[in-house]
T-cell receptor, first 115, second 112 residues
Framework: NAGVMQNPRHLVRRRGQEARLRCSPM?????VYWYRQLPEEGLKFMVY????????ESGMPKERFSAEFPKEGPSILRIQQVVRGDSAAYFC?????????????FGQGTRLTVV | DQQVKQNSPSLSVQEGRISILNCDYTNSMFDYFLWYKKYPAEGPTFLIS?????DKNEDGRFTVFLNKSAKHLSLHIVPSQPGDSAVYFC???????????FGKGTSLLVTP
């Protein structure tokens, strides 16, 4: 399967715990984007990364959220001290190049539930 | 600040008929537009796109029309099939940009 792989598909965390979401881009893709979808909403851009670099994190909440895309391994979206409002579907996308006329391919998402 | 708007949350169409999904945008800097299809518990799947230098792009049963002066685009599916039942998201990208701006989606139901 050469698609964007996200894991876990479902994640349940208690308030105050940490959530780690993983994303492996499509083969040959070096650009990774994270989006969040709240209930009844569209997807909202969070962060754009290339290998070992955060290019744009303008959509990330200022506190508790961080992302990385190391030289080896998947991209990680980390949410510390989760709260109920963090419950959402988190989607990762990747692309071979970047720019306005580039299609991004999405993974199946991680559904985070904070109890 | 919703820059991409899909004002119809849902649409029901009979099999074989045409489905028309609409999308409006407010940012004149957007120059590339995409439609994604999403099934429940799945990620969005790219469907079709159009550059702002065109007013129409066709791919099989799917055609996207762009009216730049009205800041409006639409997705036509003809003939509609039950397997087309899904949520359709309109998305837009500004020139030199990479962060897609999504609408809230339109849920399409194609009935036999």
């Amino acid at each position: 399967n050469a698609g964007v792989m996200q894991n876990p598909r479902h994640l349940v965390r208690r308030r105050g715990q940490e959530a780690r979401l993983r994303c492996s881009p499509m083969k040959g893709h070096s650009h990774v984007y994270w989006y969040r979808q709240l209930p009844e909403e569209g997807l909202k851009f969070m962060v754009y990364l290339q290998k070992e670099n955060i290019i744009d994190e303008s959509g990330m909440p200022k506190e508790r959220f961080s992302a990385e895309f190391p030289k080896e391994g998947p991209s990680i979206l980390r949410i510390q001290q989760v709260v109920r409002g963090d419950s959402a579907a988190y989607f990762c996308a990747s692309s071979r190049q970047t720019g306005s006329n580039t299609e991004a391919f999405f993974g199946q998402g991680t559904r985070l539930t904070v109890v | 600040d919703q820059q991409v708007k899909q004002n119809s949350p849902s649409l029901s169409v009979q099999e074989g008929r045409i489905s028309i999904l609409n999308c409006d945008y407010t940012n004149s800097m957007f120059d590339y537009f995409l439609w994604y299809k999403k099934y429940p518990a799945e990620g969005p799947t790219f469907l079709i796109s159009i550059s702002s230098i065109k007013d129409k792009n066709e791919d099989g049963r799917f055609t996207v029309f762009l009216n730049k002066s009205a800041k409006h685009l639409s997705l036509h599916i003809v003939p509609s099939q039950p397997g087309d039942s899904a949520v359709y998201f309109c998305a837009a990208n500004p020139n030199s940009g990479y962060a897609l701006n999504f609408g809230k989606g339109t849920s399409l139901l194609v009935t036999p």
